[in-house]
């Protein structure tokens, strides 16, 4: 277990915001977690669990002890006559992972490609791209159980996902009991994913229920595209739409996309009849965030250094350099301003994606 003091987190988030953690835990195996909670001092302390980054706004220097997961590994658990099923450190580039899949002939996550992160994070937030979501491709996962040192394995069911959601996301019912995780117990502050299983589909085919796809499959000619056609396709489209966080700093889409009923979608259409709209399976309408947000003007708005993206307005973005680089401060107040603009107008609450610490 490697314990490094006062360390800059401005390398570890997206955003490329400056703040610092007291305390950072480098955790390399499953092992190093039962060091930390062995631990007189830092084993009581609250924690926070930091993968890529890609996923938070720091609004402050950060007092929890930091678990900057960096579990690695990948490899094929086994082979069945309808799946891969390939298992994955936690701390593993999730990019990365869904090329190496493609590599060794694995198809299945090609949609997911380019996706900023770790695949620890993935499940938190069951992301999801382009007609496809981490729980579509999901077989299991491993975690610890820091409350008790307990390790288990969740399968899909029990990992509760949803729309940018899951059992992660959500705090225990009873914080600090001492008690083995009770069914439908949220765990989010209390559990560390460890590693995570995928079921890769056989016989595999293209997922191609996303608009911009459809098109590219219909310029091509292609009426049965492989799967490294549509993980160059879903490269290209992203860069084209989104900042390269490497460039310019941010955290994806920064709101997700919010839900009505059949008659809310109506009432807005008779009002503004091009908002963008998908019908779900529920029979519930599913309204573009960044249609919204663009409608009330913000695309290129700026709050300080923070602005929104004037190619993609549902990406907040680092307008700062360095040391003189956005605040989560900024970010917040503008994403405050958003929420208020939309709902005055459309009467819709735009919830954000990223953990807000």
Not at 28 to 35: G, I, P, Q
Request: hydrophobic share 40%; proline share 7%; aromatic share 8%.
């Amino acid at each position: 277990m490697l314990v490094e003091k006062n360390v800059s987190l401005q390398p570890y988030n997206t955003f490329g915001i400056v703040a610092r953690a007291e305390t950072l835990v480098r955790v390399r195996s499953v092992k190093d977690l039962e060091s930390l909670r062995g631990d007189p001092v830092l084993g009581r302390r609250p924690f926070f669990v930091l993968g890529g980054g890609s996923n938070v706004v720091l609004t402050g220097d950060v007092s929890a002890v930091v678990l900057k997961m960096e579990i690695r590994g990948r490899r094929l658990v086994r082979e069945t006559p309808d799946a891969w099923i390939v298992e994955v450190g936690a701390g593993e580039p999730w990019h990365d992972t869904v090329d190496w899949t493609l590599e060794q002939g694995w198809p299945g996550l090609e949609n997911l490609a380019l996706i900023p992160g770790t695949v620890g994070a993935a499940p938190v937030q069951n992301i999801g791209a382009y007609g496809v979501e981490l729980q579509d491709r999901f077989e299991s996962l491993d975690a610890v159980d820091l409350a008790t040192g307990q390790a288990f394995t969740l399968d899909a069911a029990q990992c509760a996902f949803g729309y940018r959601d899951s059992v992660f996301k959500h705090a225990p019912a009873q914080p600090g009991t001492s008690e083995c995780l009770p069914r439908g117990m949220g765990l989010a502050g209390r559990a560390v994913i460890t590693q995570v299983r995928f079921r890769l589909p056989k016989p595999w085919k293209p997922e191609l229920g996303y608009l911009e796809l459809e098109r590219r499959a219909a310029e091509m000619g292609s009426v049965q595209p492989t799967a490294w056609q549509i993980f160059n396709w879903v490269c290209e489209i992203r860069r084209a739409k989104l900042p390269d966080p490497a460039v310019l700093g941010n955290a994806g889409s920064f709101f997700k996309n919010p839900t009505v009923t059949p008659e809310q979608c109506q009432d807005i259409i008779a009002r503004d009849p091009k908002i963008v709209h998908y019908p779900m399976p529920d029979g519930s309408i599913k309204l573009a965030a960044g249609w919204l947000i663009d409608a009330c003007g913000w695309k290129g708005k700026s709050v300080g250094k923070a602005a929104v993206y004037e190619k993609q307005a549902l990406v907040l973005v680092n307008r700062g350099q360095g040391m003189d680089s956005v605040t989560g401060g900024e970010v917040m107040t503008l994403a405050k301003a958003i929420q208020t603009s939309v709902y005055e107008r459309f009467g819709i609450r735009l919830e954000p994606e990223p953990v807000v610490v």
